[in-house]
């Protein structure tokens, strides 16, 4: 998070290494918003949404967020985030109800060691949360933009990828969905060994479509905020 908040970006785009973009344009759409809604963060809740998650429904799974750095670096404070290592039910309020499933467990817990940050966040901030839905695999997570168009797939379970032949070969599949991966030699396919050959092909496939679109939209951003 150190990390995070010392960077000299406005917004940060957190995608996991096993989270693929299946629709750029949908992509840009929700950054677009987010920055003009000022939402400070968005992502899935890590419960009651999916039974692949079943934990905290205050905090967006880290596999894919936009994060406003700006707006979260002026009020940051390590020492506060004690304060959200244990739960108050007032926090309660701001719970995502509208995407919670019926019989999809949640609990309001410190799962994970990032908790806090992200708890701090929907308690300070304005948050997005977004819907899901889960891929045909049964594992895998098809995310929905704000305008519940899917644009991303995680298939978790990358640490078991060229250990278990179940995953690998299920997340080989999701690979050969994306259409920026799918021309790419299975060969490429580990996680660790299609990192140059993915990174080309986002050069050229992802980084064209989206990127220069972000970086138009923070520009405008940019301008008005020093007209205001």
């Known amino acids: 998070m150190k990390q995070l908040l010392q960077s000299k970006a406005d917004y ?13 344009e949908a992509l840009v759409e929700l950054i677009d918003y987010c920055i003009k809604e000022k939402i ?14 079943g934990h905290n429904p205050l905090v ?24 959200y290592t244990l739960h108050r ?16 467990p949640y609990a309001y817990d410190g799962y994970e ?5 992200f708890i701090w966040i929907s308690q300070c901030f304005k948050t997005l949360y977004l819907d899901a839905v889960e891929h045909a695999d049964g594992y895998s997570t098809i995310l929905l933009n704000h305008l519940g168009k899917p ?3 995680h298939t978790w379970y990358s640490r078991e ?23 790419m030699p299975e060969k490429t396919h580990g996680i660790f060994q299609w990192g140059i050959s993915f990174g080309r092909t986002c050069q050229d496939v992802f980084a064209k479509k989206v990127a220069r679109s972000v970086r138009k939209r923070i520009e405008r951003f940019r301008v008005r905020r020093c007209q205001d």
């Open 12 to 24: 940060v785009l957190n995608i996991d290494e096993d989270a693929f973009i299946t629709d750029p």
């Open 40 to 53: 400070v963060n968005c992502g899935m809740p890590d419960g009651g949404v999916l039974s692949m998650r």
């Open 60 to 83: 967006t799974n880290p596999f894919f967020n936009v994060l406003d750095v700006r707006a979260l670096r002026e009020k940051f404070q390590e020492c506060e985030m004690k304060k």
């Open 89 to 104: 039910e007032e926090y309660e309020q701001k719970t995502p109800f509208h995407l919670l499933h019926q019989g999809v």
């Open 113 to 117: 060691p990032y908790y806090p940050f």
């Open 151 to 153: 644009f991303l797939v």
């Open 161 to 183: 990828y060229g250990r278990r032949s179940f995953h690998t070969e299920r997340i080989n599949r999701i690979m050969s969905e994306v259409p920026a991966l799918a021309s």
